[in-house]
């Protein structure tokens, strides 16, 4: 196992009703004022921000030692949807890149590195081809959740991957820029009609993916 996926959220993603797009398709939705008025039963307990630096900095004292001499590295996957602010009862400390800055300056280690799902570091309303190359040159991109979404940071829908904000065959050739030579996966595809289990998003993304990677990295 060279690489190891992660999350560092007491309470996983949030999403409101799903829109209608493309075929009938169903996308992954999330629209902030919706999600506002929305009745939120989360534990009592609140865990702030300087719970949540304090306990990543206690996972990761215990954990990178022990992957780098496994040779395993952990990459880390944004908040989702990524918004800087308690959700869920509580607070979300990789939500940004500078909050990947500092969890990589927590233990500098060619092992600390990150899960570059490029959707939601679009949804964080930044360049996405300047985010890779920030990240890439560092060499601290283990691999990519290489999908498209549509939108903005409080209101956003996640598509088919040729149909998003994100001009895929740029964002492919600025992995390529920075040295990347890992793994692209699909992710988060929408929900086709009367598809069983989601084969057929599955398989056009990857698809999709696959030509890229053939047109750029030759």
Same mark, same amino acid.
């Given at each position: ?45 609140y ?14 004292? %215990? =954990? #990178? ?9 952990? +990459? *880390?996957? !944004? ?10 009862g509580?607070? %979300? =400390? #990789?939500?940004t ?7 990589? +300056? *927590?233990? !500098?280690?060619?092992?600390?590195a ?19 190359h920030?990240?890439g ?24 991957i040729d149909e ?16 990347f ?11 086709i ?8 998003g ?17």
């Amino acid at each position: 196992v060279p690489t190891l996926g992660y999350n560092f959220k007491p309470v996983g993603n949030f999403r409101t009703p799903s829109d209608t797009g493309r075929g009938g398709a169903h996308y992954s939705t999330f629209v902030y004022s919706e999600y506002e008025e929305e009745n939120h039963d989360y534990p009592a307990k609140y865990i702030d921000e300087d719970g949540m630096w304090a306990n990543i900095a206690y996972f990761h004292q %215990r =954990i #990178v030692p022990v992957a780098e001499e496994a040779g395993v590295t952990l +990459a *880390l996957h !944004p908040d989702d949807p990524p918004l800087p602010e308690p959700m869920g009862g509580a607070a %979300r =400390i #990789v939500s940004t890149l500078d909050q990947y800055e500092r969890i990589f +300056a *927590l233990n !500098p280690s060619p092992q600390n590195a990150m899960l570059f799902c490029q959707g939601c570091v679009t949804e964080m309303g930044i360049n996405v081809y300047e985010a890779i190359h920030r990240m890439g040159r560092q060499g601290k991109i283990a691999y990519v959740h290489f999908r498209n979404v549509r939108g903005t940071p409080k209101d956003f829908r996640e598509v088919f991957i040729d149909e998003g904000d994100v001009d895929m065959f740029r964002a492919m050739q600025t992995y390529k820029e920075v040295g990347f030579n890992g793994p692209f996966m699909m992710d988060h595809t929408p929900s086709i009609p009367d598809d069983q289990g989601g084969r057929q998003g599955h398989a056009f993304a990857t698809g999709f993916i696959r030509a890229m990677i053939q047109a750029v990295y030759r």
